[in-house]
């Protein structure tokens, strides 16, 4: 007996710390990876140069494969989910629900939109400079409209498999070209220098390649449109898909029991999809300890780039980290009324790997798995709410464009106005929710911005430097953003949910008990867990 009671006590002891590590074991190991990938970074520094592009492409190798991994599972998760989340949901309660989150998306990109421009307007980094910052890189073309056309022709794609690893993108090719800003200093880029060399003579022949057009702001050009067409650009069209995918679901789920097989389909291949993404979440650590590592390696002059770009690095991250921590946190508490602390720890996970990849769209799988498993939101939610997230919403991306706009207006001593700050508002938020649907986007959302207060494209060379290291974080706030919006959208819909199951649950009821049904097969398809 005396046996048993000291078996009882240390065990359980035991066996509470074992399940405290067993339920975070990967968190955990994601934790050691980024330190060992920080700590293997940074030592190999020593023994392999910057410029050994050959070793940093092997040392990446783990960490393409994590990418492979991710990406591949994207397609079929971002279908399936849609398909099944729309079939599944009622015409009612989709669109209560549609309502919702893009309501929670835009007020909070807007939110940190305006916490961007307060804190760039009072720290002022553009003109706290000791040194002048080195302009590196090339910029691509943008224009207001027909990005904003391209992004709305991509919702509708011409063809469904194009568009799994297609988009399209208006180019235009211009005949003269006539210099109206100042010419940007040269870079190493062939292209680029190409480009200058034809803007430094003023006026210049016909630029026959689309690439030497891309490399030039449109602002500066100012010749004759000689041809507009479409070109198809590499990617995939997401935003077709998501949309095709909404309304696909949507009218299966209207047509009654001739549509059930295909449901099964969409769902099995959900499930399917969620079963690999558990295995491929098994790997990330060592894929995540490589692919920091290689950047780190790969960094050049990290010295300079925290000089240089110190307090901008610093605006920006500040205000990342207020958004992460207090706006976003405080809208979950606010309207939940649960802990956002533990919310947050639940899809730490997540976080790390979208900190790892800099990609939100490589961490949806992540995402999806550790707010069903982990933080026990409605799987009807996660596979509504974040696919459109990964897509729209971009708190960290437009927190980041505002201020970098700001930041270079500062620099180039141009004065802002209030109209203009509110230009800026606009366009950030904007240039946010549609990065994901415009070609060759990134840096283009910035042309946008910029273009639309005046500002001179190609000074996005300013900050280009350390783009990639605030990508990380920004990326972090991005999946941060669509995680909270499926928590909070989970529990505003909290009635329409309950009255689903409580459909379902009476129908397979009289099932059961051989009750002969009092619901059509359609009510049950659109009860259907
Ligand atoms: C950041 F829904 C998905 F998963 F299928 C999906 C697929 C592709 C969602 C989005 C995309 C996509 O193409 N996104 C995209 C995002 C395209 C271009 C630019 C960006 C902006 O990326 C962010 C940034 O640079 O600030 C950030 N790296 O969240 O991934």
Redesign the pocket.
Known sequence: MADDKTDQVSPKWVETLKKIVMDNLLVIFMIIAVIIGVAMGLGLRDHISTDDKRTIFFLQFPGDLLLNMLKML??P??VSSLISAMSGLKAQASGKMGLRTVLYYLITTFCAVVLGIILVVAIQPGYKREASIERSGKTKSAEGLTSLLDLIRNCFPDNLITACFQKKETTMVYEKVTLTTPAPSPTTDDMTTAAINMTENMTTEAMTTVEAMTTVAPKVIDGKLESIGLSTQG??N?LG??VFSLFFGGVLARIGEKGRPLIDVFDCLHHVTMKLITLVIWYSPIGIAFLIAAKLVAMENPGEMFTQLGYYMLTVLVGLAVHAFIVLPLVYFVIVRKNPYRFMYGILQALLT?WGT???????PVTMSCLEERNNVDPRVTMFVT??G??VN?D??AL?EAVAAIFIAQYLDVPLDFGKIVIISLTATAA?IG??G?PS??LV?MAIVLSAVGLPVEEVRLILAIDWFL?RF??AV??LGDSFGAGIVEHLSQKELQEMDLHLHKYLEDEQNGVVNTFDVKTAIDTKM
């Open positions: 994207i397609l998760l971002i990617g995939m997401v898909l998501v979208a800099a990609s939100s769209s490589a961490t949806l696919p459109i990964a897509t971009m960290g991306t980041y946010a990065a994901a415009v986007a990134g959302t990508d920004r990326t991005n999946v």
